[in-house]
């Protein structure tokens, strides 16, 4: 909402204007005199003080009116004829600056419910005309007028204590505050900037003349508004004018409304007493006509009753794949679109790895290093050092355009000097144009020679402003990299070598620095240092990484540039493949190892092997050659369970193991050569229809498991049918290893339910009987003939599925099996009959 | 005899004699939590379909990455 305070209006009887955010008057109030300001809370309630006036509760001169225009409370405050300013602290205490005509001091604090008043014990004698309430260091800001100690500062709690005072022998009218904490008092002469820290001016923008009444506001993005007479400027928060403009009357008021816009108020002209201002150029827009001068303004945030509940997601997310020297993009949900900058860049048949940090892809292929950027709008200008005395933006400062108004935080700039691009994230509507003078703070300066382009782009990986003095130089050649608490981490040349870029910065790779974010790489700290060939990094939380070697695992703990250190987790085995790690949802890490499937249980307890007892020539039978294989392991959040692949590069060829991390059980898998699977990720999208297991699969298809689909899909649309069987035995015929019988088999399926659910295909079965254990099993995996077989058909427990047949041996074997197309099965138990009829011969 | 789906999966540590219960050394393409009814008794594998139309590199050539990235929404 917008308030406005002003004159009486005789023939309308009102002190008091409120407004919607568009101007839609909402309610008016009498205070029956004068209003000078207003501060409204975040619950829209207004505070008012003015000249004193009886609204039919007494005299008065502070008014507290709820954001329906009724009066809450008002006070008579301490008898003052006149309250020339207020605000409030962020415990809803109120602070007024006041006249002498009574009192000695010129501030009061008065508690939330009006209950209590304390005078300020301090003062000169003059007015108050304006105070504030820091909302950076909680102190009190108290601007009067005309003599020494014009403008002052209050510890907030004692009242008593001055921390520091400035003296101008100007009068002080308006009071506000910088992001750093420096204060602005606009006074009869200048706007002043004060040190937050009493040391003094910093600067000041001199009015040229004197006036009464100037006002100043800050926005979200320090630029700095004031008034003074019939001008209106826009500084910088250097104070540098970026406009000024004149009006054709006096303004009296300038605010901050809704959505960071600015209001001025003053005189009545052309009918209108309010405007709102374009803050590129300065131009007032005729807003609200209140009918008489208006010496105050404020604005809120508007909660709109009954609206619809906006989008509280500030982000969204892409998926990003890379396959055939190509990079692509999720450009909108459910679409890949192919980033044409990039295309013919990578070399996909060497060793590439890629990263997510700070909105961008790093992505490491060698000698190859490049940024996919997708937070960042780029601009460009022929120079970037415009002139002598001019500076080159500085990573974090903020740019605004000349002529635009649009804001940018700089990111990355490509050169020191000359043609420069510069990557930041814009975070206004406003565009960058060409032809615009961009500044910042320090003087920086330069014209835009193109309009800006927004994401994403594609570069080559380099330190800030290309400037290899100051931040030393990215790697000559990289095989991974990975993020870790802000840095990333980049490995591989040479082999036992790793490096980390300064913490929130990957422009920066100097290591001659001395602070606790710095750059650096593990050769030059000796607690870092490892020897054995990194295979890759593996980042838990924020103050652990794993570092997987070729022949033993390592853990780094802490931060590397302040005391981190780097301690042993398995010198016994190392890591078998830069894609062979995952985290479940409980915090385990696995890892496919030279000795096996470990599982380093939350909270780095000791490894743990699961295959060395239910598998121990997994390892052997996985007989992982990196040189023709490629092996991922992969964590679906989906199913609760890993993914274990093995592809062959040339052909595609996988040999897979589903390990259920519900039963604990390890089953093999194969899948078409077009499914492959060479990458992997959980995609957590936004939206939960994309949001599932992905797999980067040997024919350039994304890939997801689907509980729904009964075959695998194959490069050109059509499908494959999925051979499934299970053995169930051996099975002991006889307790003492003689002789039994086997017969009456009978399967019950999944499903069968009458009206609803899925059903089970029907299965069809082989019976095995032999001598020993041995002869059963190795019967069902050859699929040997069987000594009986036939059908059981679904769903549920099916009449004529009893299989009378019997077979003899000391040991039998069941195998159930479906390889038909656009069928899938589910299995509840076999049952049968088991009867020892005598000895082994 | 009643026999119910070896839900702890493959198992070729101990003696073919001694196999222990639920596991099996049989298996391909099954899981212990089936597709039909997500219940712990076994079944088929899900399959394996296409989640994007789009073809990565245009090519019948390898997905060497996959990942994602948040950007940050300017309002």
């Known amino acids: ?841 | 005899m009643e026999i119910r789906f070896p839900r702890n999966g493959l198992h070729k540590g101990f003696g073919t004699e001694e196999q222990p219960q639920e596991t099996s050394r049989v298996l391909m393409n099954v899981r212990p939590y089936d597709v039909i009814g997500n219940m712990a008794r076994g079944g088929q594998r899900p399959g394996l379909k296409k989640a994007y139309t789009q073809q990565i590199g245009g090519d019948t050539l390898p997905i060497v990455a996959l990942l994602e990235v948040s950007v940050v929404v300017v309002e």
């Open chain 1, 1 to 841: 909402m917008i308030f406005v305070t002003g004159d009486r209006d005789a023939g309308n009887a009102r002190t008091v204007w409120a407004y919607e955010d568009d101007g839609t008057p909402a309610w008016y109030y009498d205070t029956a005199d004068a209003t000078y300001k207003c501060v409204a809370d975040a619950y829209n309630n207004v505070f008012i003080v003015g000249k004193k006036g009886d609204d039919g509760d007494g005299d008065k001169n502070l008014w507290k009116l709820n954001q329906a225009g009724t009066k809450v409370n008002s006070l008579y405050v301490q008898d003052e004829a006149v309250v020339y300013d207020v605000v409030l602290d962020e415990d809803g205490n109120v602070f007024i600056a006041k006249g002498t005509a009574t009192a000695t001091y010129q501030a009061t604090k008065i508690s939330p419910d009006f209950s209590t008043e304390t005078e300020f014990a301090a003062g000169n004698l003059n007015t108050g005309n304006a105070i504030m309430a820091s909302a950076i260091d909680g102190h009190i800001y108290e601007g009067s007028g005309g003599f020494a100690d014009d403008f002052r500062k209050f510890d907030k709690d004692s009242l008593s204590t001055e921390l520091f005072d400035e003296d101008e022998s100007e009068t002080c009218y308006g009071i506000a505050e910088l992001s750093d904490g420096n204060v602005l008092a606009a006074m009869g002469e200048n706007l002043y900037c004060y040190a937050n820290d009493g040391s003094g001016e910093v600067w000041h923008y001199a009015f040229g003349a004197a006036y009464t009444n100037t006002r100043v506001v800050v926005d979200s993005d320090d630029n700095i508004y004031v008034s003074f007479n019939k001008y209106l400027a826009r500084l910088d928060s250097d104070g540098n004018e970026i406009w000024k403009t004149t009006h054709a009357d006096v303004l009296y008021g300038v605010a901050v409304a809704f959505d960071d816009s600015i209001i001025v108020c003053g005189a009545r002209t052309g009918g209108y007493t309010v405007w709102d201002v374009t803050v590129a150029t300065g131009a007032l827009v005729d807003f609200i006509d209140t009918g008489t001068i208006a010496r105050g303004v404020c604005g809120t945030g508007t909660v709109a009753a009954g609206g619809a509940i906006a989008d509280s997601r500030k982000f969204t997310k892409k998926l990003v794949a890379i396959g055939n020297r190509e990079v692509w993009y999720e450009s909108t949900p459910g679409t890949m679109t192919e980033l044409a900058a990039a295309t013919g860049t990578l070399n996909t048949s060497a060793a590439l790895m890629a990263t997510e940090a700070a909105q961008k892809v790093f992505i490491v292929n060698g000698t190859t290093k490049k940024v996919v950027d997708f937070g960042n709008t780029k601009i460009a200008t022929n120079d970037i050092l415009l002139a002598p005395g001019t500076a080159i933006p500085t990573r974090g400062q903020k740019l605004t355009g000349g002529t635009s108004g649009a804001l940018m935080i700089v990111d990355l700039i490509t050169a020191s000097d000359g043609a420069c691009s510069v990557y930041g994230f814009r975070y206004s509507t406003a565009t960058f144009a060409t032809g615009e003078t961009v500044t910042g703070t320090g003087g920086v300066s330069f014209v835009l020679n193109a309009n800006e382009v927004a994401p994403p782009h594609y570069y080559n990986w380099i330190t800030y402003a290309a400037d290899t003095t100051t931040y030393g130089s990215v790697p000559e050649k990289i095989t991974g990299v990975a993020l870790y608490a802000g840095r990333i981490l980049a490995w591989g040349h040479p082999p036992y070598e790793w490096y980390a870029t300064r913490q929130m910065n990957p422009w920066d790779f100097n290591n001659g620095a001395t602070d606790d974010a710095r750059a650096l790489f593990a050769s030059n700290t000796s607690a870092l240092r490892i020897g054995d060939t990194v295979v890759t990094a593996i980042p838990y939380k924020d103050d652990i990484c794993v570092w997987g070697c070729a022949n033993s695992l390592w853990c780094l703990i802490g931060n590397p540039a302040a005391g981190g250190t780097i301690q042993e987790l398995d010198l016994t085995c190392g890591l078998l493949s830069a894609n062979a790690h995952a985290w479940d949802n409980k915090e385990n890490l696995f890892l496919i190892t030279t000795s096996g499937l470990l599982v380093v249980p939350r909270g780095f307890g000791p490894p743990e092997n699961l295959t060395e007892v239910r598998y121990p020539q997994f390892i052997s039978d996985l007989a992982f050659d990196a040189s023709i294989h490629r092996l991922t392991l992969t964590y679906d959040r989906q199913h609760n369970g890993l993914i274990i692949c093995r592809t062959v590069l040339a052909t595609g060829e996988s040999t897979a193991w589903w390990f259920d991390l519900r039963s604990n059980g390890l089953f093999p898998e194969q899948y078409p050569n077009d499914c492959g699977m060479f990458s992997s990720h959980y995609y957590a999208a936004i939206s939960p229809d994309y949001r599932k297991t992905l797999i980067g699969c040997n024919d350039g298809y994304i890939r997801e498991y689907a509980a729904a689909t009964k075959n695998d899909t194959l490069f050109d649309d059509t499908t494959q049918a999925i051979d499934s069987y299970v053995g169930l035995g051996p099975i002991p015929m006889s307790p003492k290893s003689g002789e039994g019988q086997l017969s009456n088999l009978h399967a019950t399926l999944a499903g069968g339910l009458s009206g609803g659910g899925d059903d089970s295909s029907s299965v069809g079965f082989q019976v095995y009987a032999e001598d020993t254990a041995e002869e059963v099993i190795s019967k069902m995996v050859n699929g040997s003939a069987p000594k009986a077989g036939g059908t059981f058909t679904g769903p549920g427990r099916m009449r004529g599925n009893k299989h009378t047949q019997k077979v003899r041996g000391s040991f039998a074997g069941v195998k159930l099996r479906n390889d038909t197309a656009s069928q899938t099965w589910a299995f509840e138990k076999l049952t049968g009959d088991v009867k020892p009829t005598g000895r082994a011969k």
